[in-house]
């Protein structure tokens, strides 16, 4: 039960943690982590974008508005299927005015994991890509029509 408490309390800081980066750039929460599996994308449709984030093409739609309005993406027409609308991540002022928020914690989490063994962060690689799975796999099932969960059951 102290590893899920464990867990619970990593979940809680990380999202606190970029709640913060996010204000500091002006951006809400779901902003900021919209741009940032775009940026690693490198470029996507809408519906593409919704199907990641979990939202729906028309919370996607003023997402990226915003996005748009403040520089962080661009759409432009697919040259190969001119009905298709690209959106591209401005990578350049991601780079300037986002990625220098993360400069302190990318020093601190390479000094953390220089302290772990090859085996030891084999162990920790793969219970990190299993609770990837775990969590899009319960997001799948919370967004489904059909969704056993409720606040009510």
């Known amino acids: ?11 809680a800081r990380t999202l606190m943690f970029h709640a913060a ?9 779901t902003e900021h982590k919209a741009l940032d ?3 690693r994308a490198g470029a996507l ?16 739609t003023g997402l990226v508005d915003r996005l748009e309005k403040i520089g962080f993406v661009r759409r432009e027409r697919d040259p190969s299927d001119r009905r298709k609308v690209m959106i591209y991540p401005n990578l350049e002022k991601m780079e300037r005015e986002i990625a220098p928020l993360f400069a302190s914690m990318s020093q601190q989490m390479q000094t953390l ?3 772990y063994s ?5 162990v920790i690689q793969s219970f ?13 099932n919370l967004q489904s029509p059909s969704s ?5 059951s």
């Open 1 to 11: 039960m102290a590893n899920l408490q464990l867990g619970r309390e990593l979940s």
């Open 21 to 29: 980066i996010a204000e500091k750039v002006r951006l809400s929460a």
């Open 37 to 39: 599996l775009l940026s």
């Open 45 to 60: 449709t809408a519906g593409q974008l919704a199907e990641l984030t979990g939202l729906t093409t028309g919370a996607i």
């Open 113 to 115: 994991l220089s302290r």
């Open 118 to 122: 090859e085996q030891e962060l084999a």
């Open 128 to 140: 990190v890509s299993q609770s990837i799975a775990v969590l899009q796999e319960e997001t799948k």
């Open 148 to 152: 056993s969960h409720s606040p009510t």
